[in-house]
C-alpha cells in the first residue's frame, strides 16, 4: 500500500509539474509561441498589442487568478477574447451559426520555469468549417491581425 501511494505522490507531481508544458491541442491551426517573458508580462504586452491593433479584448477568464482568490496557486493561464463589431457584424451576415466562434481567443499559459506562451488558433482556422466564401475572406484579414498582435506581444521572446 505505502509502494503504491509512493507511485501516486510521483505521478501527481510529473503531472502538475508539467501541466502548464504540456500544450498539445484538439485543434487545426494552432500556433503556440513560447517566450521569455513571465506570465503577467505577456499579458500586459498581449492587452498592448490588442490595442494597437484596433481590436477589442472584449473577455477575460483566469483559472489561475479565480483559484488565487480561494488559496489556491497554480500556473498562470488565461483565456483573452478579442473581437471588433464590424468583423460580429460581417461574420453573423455571413454566418449566424459562426456566432459561437465570437470573441476569437489568445491563450497565455505560464511554464515551469516562470516563462510564459502565447496561443491562438488561426481564426481561418476557427471559420474554415462553416464553408463561406464571406467568413473564409474575413478570417483571412483576421489571420493577419493575429499575426501581428502575437508578433507584438512576444517581441523579444
Known amino acids: 500500500m505505502m509502494r503504491l501511494m509512493?507511485?501516486?505522490?510521483?505521478?501527481?507531481?510529473?503531472?502538475?509539474?508539467?501541466?502548464?508544458?504540456?500544450?498539445?491541442?484538439?485543434?487545426?491551426g494552432v500556433e503556440v509561441l513560447p517566450t521569455d517573458k513571465s506570465f503577467d508580462g505577456l499579458w500586459d504586452?498581449?492587452?498592448?498589442?490588442?490595442?494597437?491593433?484596433?481590436?477589442?479584448v472584449v473577455t477575460r477568464a483566469?483559472?489561475?487568478?479565480?483559484?488565487?482568490?480561494?488559496?489556491?496557486?497554480?500556473p498562470g493561464n488565461v483565456v483573452i477574447g478579442v473581437f471588433r463589431n464590424d468583423?460580429?457584424?460581417?461574420m453573423l451576415q455571413a454566418s449566424v451559426a459562426a456566432g459561437i466562434e465570437a470573441p476569437l481567443r489568445f491563450y497565455l499559459v505560464e511554464?515551469?520555469?516562470?516563462?510564459?506562451?502565447l496561443?491562438?488558433?488561426?481564426?481561418?482556422?476557427?471559420?474554415?468549417?462553416?464553408?463561406?466564401?464571406?467568413?473564409?475572406?474575413?478570417?483571412?484579414?483576421?489571420d493577419v491581425l493575429f499575426a501581428q498582435?502575437?508578433?507584438r506581444a512576444t517581441a523579444g521572446r
Open 62 to 74: 483566469s483559472a489561475s487568478r479565480g483559484a488565487a482568490s480561494r488559496g489556491v496557486t497554480i
Open 45 to 56: 504586452a498581449l492587452e498592448q498589442a490588442v490595442a494597437d491593433s484596433g481590436l477589442v
Open 149 to 151: 498582435i502575437a508578433e
Open 87 to 90: 468583423f460580429a457584424v460581417r
Open 6 to 28: 509512493s507511485v501516486l505522490v510521483v505521478l501527481l507531481g510529473v503531472v502538475g509539474s508539467s501541466a502548464a508544458a504540456d500544450l498539445r491541442y484538439a485543434y487545426s
Open 111 to 117: 511554464n515551469t520555469d516562470g516563462t510564459a506562451t
Open 119 to 142: 496561443v491562438y488558433q488561426r481564426p481561418t482556422a476557427v471559420f474554415s468549417p462553416y464553408g463561406s466564401d464571406e467568413l473564409d475572406e474575413m478570417a483571412r484579414e483576421l
